[in-house]
């Protein structure tokens, strides 16, 4: 799908924010259903029961890539279609067949430790700081 079959998606201002963020916020980009039905299938892989907080005892847990089904029409709407036409040029980009890797997040009173190499910016990062003598801080 091109731009010609489908309206602009994003604004000139949500463009900029993609350049300067990385990322843009898209509302709407797939309908509810779809997220749903999608959000079922993941519940089938997650240890936890979804309607006992109780069993929620980590606070991530990761999730491979799921493809097909509401996965593969969730990131081929062409609302979407449209914002990758417009943020990286028409026929540059592949339509894909599904998701990558979901990290889902539970309430939980404690930070995860990430797996080196990985990053998110619902955390802080701890990192460590050598003090005036040299040495780390215990647990630092």
Do not use: C
């Not at 959000?39 to 997650?46: S, Y």
């Not at 998701?99 to 990192?127: C, E």
């Amino acid at each position: 799908m091109t731009s010609d079959v489908n309206p602009p998606a994003l604004s000139a201002a949500q463009i900029e924010r993609f350049i300067e963020d990385g990322f843009v916020r898209i509302d709407d980009a797939f309908p509810r259903a779809l997220a749903e039905e999608a959000r079922v299938i993941m519940w089938r892989d997650i240890p936890f029961a979804a309607d006992d907080p109780s069993t929620w005892t980590q606070p991530v847990v990761r999730l491979a890539g799921y493809g097909g089904g509401p996965f593969e029409k969730a990131v081929n709407t062409p609302v979407l279609h449209s914002a990758f036409d417009q943020l990286v040029g028409t026929g540059r980009w592949e339509p894909r067949g599904g998701l990558g890797s979901f990290p889902v997040r539970f309430p939980i009173p404690m930070i995860p430790v990430m797996p080196a190499g990985m990053s998110t910016s619902a955390f802080p990062t701890r990192v460590p700081i050598r003090t005036s003598n040299g040495t780390f801080p215990p647990g630092g």
